[in-house]
């Protein structure tokens, strides 16, 4: 395995199978590979999901990745699918992850939350 798992080595190989030249990405841009096409030179940045279960209806995305979402054109997310080879591979560009993403925001509230900030939250301070 040359990377973090199966997922990632398949869709390493993926790319290269297709002419591209795809390297890990470095510090965390919120994707796992650009890939350089060898012919156009055109860039994708791609962020490998992988689901066991296939058919999935759902998956995750940190708030790094949803950010380079959200930029980048370049930005596809390659779903990954099985328990191993041969997987199930789908190809999800920006354009279509904007148009079904569901963001949500988790903001946690814990005892590091300023008090005097947290009392001008409450409702009996609101006006």
């Known amino acids: ?10 869709v390493y ?3 290269i199978d297709k002419g591209r030249l795809p390297e890990k990405a470095k510090e965390n841009p919120g994707y796992d590979f650009l890939s350089k096409d060898a012919a156009s030179g055109g860039e994708r940045h791609i962020e490998v999901k ?6 999935s209806s759902w998956l995750q995305l940190t708030a790094n990745e949803t950010e380079a979402m959200q930029r980048d054109r370049d ?3 390659y779903l990954v ?3 191993s080879e041969p997987f199930d591979l789908y190809l999800i560009p920006q354009a279509d992850l904007l148009d079904m993403a569901q ?3 988790h903001a946690r509230l814990t005892r590091l939350s300023n008090k005097e900030k947290r009392k ?3 409702a009996t ?3």
């Open 120 to 122: 001008s939250w409450s």
């Open 75 to 77: 930005y596809f997310l």
């Open 125 to 127: 301070n609101q006006r």
């Open 103 to 105: 963001l949500k925001v």
């Open 81 to 83: 699918e099985g328990e």
């Open 13 to 15: 190989q993926f790319e």
């Open 1 to 10: 395995m040359l990377f973090e798992n199966e997922a990632e080595d398949f």
């Open 50 to 55: 992988w689901k066991k279960k296939r058919g």
